[in-house]
């Protein structure tokens, strides 16, 4: 993915993380959200011989948001077609080559058209076995990859050990809302400007203890 190893360049940081079985989509995407939206575009994506229709309507929705004057704090995209790629020809077949482009293209036109305090945090909701299956315990399920770009700013590496669940205090406390009640993830600290590392982990401390 070049576009992507050209934002690690610029800044970007890149790795892994671990979800927790039963690694199959719905669990993961319902984990990270409230199940309350602004607005939504849903589209039909059980169709796993389709591999662009939602990935090419995302990035249109995409392109018009970030272009708006009135775009969103916060938006989620969910693009398939790595997904439906992996289930349909497997992990290792040409087509997976070519969605994986169209991917690595959205990633950088959506770090390309962000602002000086925006960050892009792109993550898998779950990994693939060597057939591209899923919805197990294996690594090869349970790791999926972590990328953090925003313009102008350098990130430390990632610590070892990070879990899918570390991304809902930390995107909680960016966006300076309160962590979820039931949350039992770890923020992830260097996410924070320095000056408000140890608040972000206090705060996280009295939550979980709660």
Do not use: W
């Not at 994506?45 to 704090?73: G, H, M, W, Y």
């Not at 390309?112 to 591209?132: I, R």
């Not at 999926?144 to 990632?158: D, K, V």
Request: with cysteine.
């Amino acid at each position: 993915m070049p576009g992507v190893a050209k934002l690690i360049e610029r800044g970007a940081e890149i790795g892994l993380f671990v979800a927790d079985p039963p690694t199959t989509s719905l669990q993961r995407i319902k984990a990270l959200t409230t199940d309350v939206f602004t607005r939504s575009h849903p589209f039909d994506s059980f169709d796993i011989n389709d591999l662009d229709s939602v990935d090419d309507a995302v990035r249109e929705l995409l392109r018009e948001e970030l272009r708006s004057p009135q775009a969103s704090d916060f938006i989620i995209a969910h693009v398939l077609g790595v997904d439906h790629c992996g289930h349909k020809y497997g992990p290792n077949h040409i087509r997976m080559a070519t969605t994986l482009r169209k991917i690595d293209n959205i990633i950088v036109e959506t770090a390309n058209a962000l602002s000086s305090g925006d960050l892009l945090v792109v993550l898998g909701d779950h990994g693939m076995t060597t057939t591209g299956d899923h919805g197990g315990d294996s690594d090869d399920e349970t790791h999926a990859g972590l990328m953090i770009f925003s313009p102008h700013r350098q990130f430390p590496p990632f610590p070892d050990g990070l879990h899918q669940i570390d991304i809902v205090p930390t995107l909680s406390l960016l966006l300076g809302l309160p962590i979820p009640f039931s949350n039992l993830g770890v923020v992830i600290e260097s996410l924070f400007p320095t000056n408000l590392t140890k608040q972000a982990i206090a705060l996280n401390y009295e939550q979980v203890r709660r």
